[in-house]
C-alpha cells in the first residue's frame, strides 16, 4: 500500500508534468542515450564511487522507466500501482534505516544519469536529501570551441585537482579565478581538509541563496559564490553566523541580479543623457510658475550645498602619468565649483587592500562622492558600495556591471582616429608601431580606431602591434627592429626630470623621441559635471538601474572629456583635415566603424556598413587587417596586469543599451 507521502510526490510530478508541457518542453526525465547521439564523444572513464549532488541528476542512461517519473524525479504513476509500493517501501526503509547503496550513473557535461536507482534518486530527492553514493562512469565529448564545452573541459582539470562537483560555472575562466580566490594555484592538488571546508563553506551558501530564489536566476549557484569570494573573501567564511552570511548575500543581491540579467551596461555616452527621462512631475516641482516665494528666491538665494569629493589614485602624480591626468581634473574642479566642492586626495595606493582602506579612511573623513581613478580599485569600490550604500562612488573603468557602482570612462578611440589619421600622413615607411597598456575593454577598439584612420590616408601602411604589460619588455626597441619610422605609446606621462616622448612620436634610440601629437584627458570636464548634477538634486537612481542595468559613463570629443593635441611641427593643412574629421565626428556625420572593415582574417566586420553600436564597440574583440599583431595571452602578462586583469573579468558587463 502507497504511504501518503506518495500521494504529495505524485502532486509534485504532476505539477511539474503541467508546467513542462505548458513551456513546450519534455515533460520527462531525460535520456542520455538520445543526448549522445547528437555529439562526437571522445571516451569514457571511471570516477568510481563518489557522493553525486542530487541537484545534478537529470535523467536516467536508457528510455527504460523514463515515463514513470516526471522531469523532477517525482513520480507519476498511480497510487494502486505495484510501482507505488515499491517506492512506498523504499521510503519507510530509508526513514528507519537510511538509504545506503550506491546508485550507478553516467556523468556528462556535469550532469547525472541513473543507470539503476532511479527510485532510490526519486526517494532522497522528495526527501530532501542534499547528495547520495553512487558508482559513476565520466562520458568525455569531444574538445570544441563552443562555451559550454570549453566550461567543462575547465571543471574536468579542476576535478582532477579538487575531486570536487558540486560547483559549477557558466563563465569560462571561472575555475581558475575560483582557485586563486581560495589561495591556490589551478591544477594544485586539495587535501581533505581544504575540501572538507570548501564543500562545507558553498553548502552554506547554496542553502542561503536557494532562500532567496536563486534558482530563479539565469546563472548558477557558483557563479554567485565567485562573486561573494570576490567581495568578502573566503577567511574566516566558516566562522561567520547564518545571519551574518544572510545579511552579507542581501548586501550583494544587487549584484547578483545585475549578473543574472547577463551583467547589462547602459552606457551614457553624451553629459545629461542620464537625465532624459526625468518625470514631467520633478520638472514642474523644479520650475515652478513666477510666484512672489520665486521671485524672492531670486533676490536672496539660498544656500548651495556643500560636497567633499575623495579621489583615490594608484601611484602618485610623480610615478604616474594616468593619476597625473585624474590630477589635473582634480584642480580643474577645485578651481571651477571651489565655492561648493572641497577636495581630499588620497595617493600612493597599490591594491585593494590600500584602496579600500583609503575609502574606509575618506568616509570617515567627511566625503560623500569618491572617485576611484583605477580598475585596480574596481573590486575594492564595490566592496565600499556594499558597506555605505549612502555613499556616491564611482570607478574609472569600461563596461562593467555592478548593482551598486558607477563606472566612468572616454571614447579614447574617437581621439586614437584621428592620432592614426595623421600617422598615416607622417609616415614616410607606412611602418608604423602601436603600444598599448593592458588589455582592458575598449582598448582594442582604441588599437583598430588608430589602425582605420592610417588606413584612410595611407591604405597600404601597416600598423605593428606590441604590448607594455607583457613580461617581455622594451616595446619601442622591438617596434624599431621591426622598422617603424612613428610610434603611438603612452598619452600621458608623469612629470620627470628626464623626459620622454608620448603620444605620437618619431622614435630616436632605445627611449628617446620627438613628438607629434597625442590624445589627451580633461577629466575636470567630468568631475566638475557629475557633481554639479549632485549639487543641483538631480542625481537618483535612475530608470536604468532600477531595471537591473549598471551605470557607464562613456564621453567622447563632443563632451570636451577627451581631444587631440598637435605639434608646432605637423604641417597646418595635416592638421586642417584631423580638425575637419573631428567635427564630422562629433556632430555624428561620420562613424568610425561603418563601411568596410575587415578584420585579420579578412572577415567583414560591419555587414552593409552599418555603424557597430556602442556595446559592440565596447566588447570588441578582433583586430582590424591593417593590424599586425595579437592580443596578449594571460601567460604573456606581467604578474601585475594578469591580477589586474582577472579581477575585472568577474565583473565585465554583457551587450547593454547604447
Known amino acids: 500500500m ?42 569514457e572513464t571511471d570516477l568510481g564511487l563518489i557522493e553525486i549532488p542530487i541537484s545534478q541528476i537529470v535523467g536516467t542512461k536508457t528510455v527504460g522507466r523514463t515515463r514513470a517519473f516526471a522531469g523532477n524525479f517525482m513520480p ?21 534505516e537510511g538509504i545506503r547503496e550506491p546508485v550507478i550513473a553516467c556523468e556528462f557535461l556535469n550532469c547525472y544519469y541513473i543507470i539503476e536507482g532511479n527510485k532510490r534518486v526519486s526517494v532522497l530527492k522528495f526527501s530532501g536529501a542534499v547528495s547520495l553514493p553512487g558508482y559513476v562512469t565520466r562520458i568525455i565529448p569531444a574538445p570544441g570551441d563552443s562555451p559550454e564545452l570549453k566550461i567543462y573541459y575547465e571543471y574536468m582539470d579542476f576535478y582532477k585537482a579538487s575531486r570536487i562537483n558540486s560547483i559549477y560555472f557558466s563563465r569560462e575562466g571561472s575555475f581558475d579565478r575560483l582557485c586563486r580566490l581560495l589561495g591556490k594555484e589551478p591544477g594544485e592538488a586539495w587535501n581533505e581538509d581544504e575540501r572538507k571546508a570548501f564543500t562545507s563553506a558553498f553548502s552554506r551558501f547554496s542553502e542561503i541563496y536557494e532562500e532567496k530564489g536563486g534558482e530563479k536566476l539565469p546563472v548558477t549557484p557558483g557563479d554567485g559564490f565567485l562573486l561573494y569570494l570576490n567581495i568578502y573573501g573566503f577567511g574566516g567564511m566558516l566562522d561567520k553566523s547564518m545571519d551574518r552570511l544572510r545579511r552579507e548575500v542581501s548586501l550583494l543581491w544587487p549584484d547578483l541580479e545585475a549578473l543574472a540579467s547577463a551583467g547589462s551596461v547602459r552606457l551614457i555616452t553624451r553629459p545629461g543623457e542620464e537625465d532624459s527621462g526625468a518625470s514631467l512631475v520633478k520638472k514642474l516641482i523644479v520650475q515652478p510658475a513666477e510666484s512672489g516665494s520665486a521671485l524672492l528666491g531670486k533676490i536672496l538665494p539660498s544656500a548651495r550645498p556643500r560636497l567633499t569629493a575623495g579621489f583615490i589614485h594608484y601611484g602618485t602624480i610623480y610615478t604616474s602619468g594616468w593619476t597625473y591626468a585624474h590630477d589635473l581634473g ?22 585593494t587592500e590600500d584602496s579600500l582602506a583609503a575609502i574606509e579612511q575618506a568616509i570617515g573623513e567627511g566625503c560623500q562622492v569618491i572617485f576611484t581613478t583605477s580598475a585596480r580599485f574596481l573590486e575594492a569600490s564595490i566592496r565600499a558600495c556594499i558597506r555605505h550604500p549612502e555613499i556616491r562612488i564611482l570607478n574609472c573603468s569600461l563596461n562593467t ?31 608604423i608601431g602601436y603600444i ?15 589602425s582605420l584612420g592610417v588606413q584612410m590616408v595611407c591604405p597600404d ?32 606621462l608623469a612629470p620627470s626630470h628626464s623626459p620622454r616622448p608620448y603620444g605620437l612620436y618619431r622614435p630616436k634610440g632605445e627611449c628617446g623621441g620627438v613628438n607629434l601629437a597625442s590624445s589627451i584627458w580633461h577629466w575636470g570636464k567630468f568631475y566638475q559635471r557629475i557633481l554639479q548634477t549632485i549639487l543641483n538634486g538631480n542625481w537618483g537612481r535612475t530608470a536604468s538601474e532600477i531595471s537591473g542595468d549598471s551605470i557607464n559613463y562613456w564621453w567622447g570629443l563632443s563632451s570636451g572629456l577627451i581631444d587631440v593635441i598637435v605639434s608646432k611641427s605637423v604641417p597646418a593643412r595635416s592638421v586642417q583635415l584631423m580638425e575637419m574629421v573631428k567635427n564630422q565626428i562629433i556632430n555624428e556625420s561620420f562613424h568610425i566603424f561603418s563601411g568596410d572593415i575587415r578584420d585579420q582574417q579578412n572577415v567583414l566586420r560591419t555587414p552593409g556598413g552599418i555603424p557597430l553600436s556602442p556595446p559592440q564597440i565596447v566588447r570588441m574583440d578582433w583586430l582590424a587587417a591593417n593590424v599586425e599583431g595579437r592580443m596578449p595571452r594571460p601567460e604573456d602578462l606581467t604578474e601585475e596586469a594578469a591580477q589586474m586583469m582577472a579581477a575585472q573579468e568577474i565583473f565585465l558587463g554583457k551587450e547593454g543599451s547604447p
Open 330 to 351: 582634480r584642480l580643474y574642479l577645485e578651481e571651477s565649483l571651489k565655492e561648493q566642492v572641497s577636495v581630499k586626495v588620497y595617493d600612493g595606493l597599490k591594491n
Open 401 to 431: 556591471y555592478s548593482g551598486h557602482l558607477r563606472t566612468y570612462y572616454g571614447r579614447l578611440y574617437e581621439a586614437k582616429f584621428l592620432v592614426g589619421l595623421l600617422a598615416g600622413i607622417l609616415s614616410d615607411s607606412g611602418r
Open 76 to 96: 507519476l504513476l498511480p497510487e494502486n500501482s505495484e510501482f507505488a509500493e515499491k517506492w512506498s517501501a523504499l521510503y519507510r526503509s530509508h526513514l528507519e
Open 461 to 492: 601602411a601597416k600598423v605593428l602591434l606590441a604590448w607594455s604589460s607583457e613580461k617581455e619588455g622594451n616595446p619601442q626597441k622591438r617596434l624599431v627592429e621591426a622598422g617603424v619610422d612613428l610610434i603611438a605609446g603612452a598619452d600621458m
Open 436 to 450: 598599448a597598456d593592458f588589455p582592458f575593454p575598449g582598448s582594442t577598439a582604441s588599437i583598430n580606431a588608430f
Open 2 to 43: 502507497a504511504v501518503p507521502e506518495y500521494s504529495k510526490a505524485r502532486r509534485m510530478a504532476q505539477k511539474a508534468y503541467r508546467q513542462d508541457m505548458v513551456a513546450r518542453r519534455n515533460p520527462y526525465l531525460q535520456v542520455l542515450d538520445e543526448i549522445l547521439s547528437m555529439w562526437d564523444i571522445m571516451g
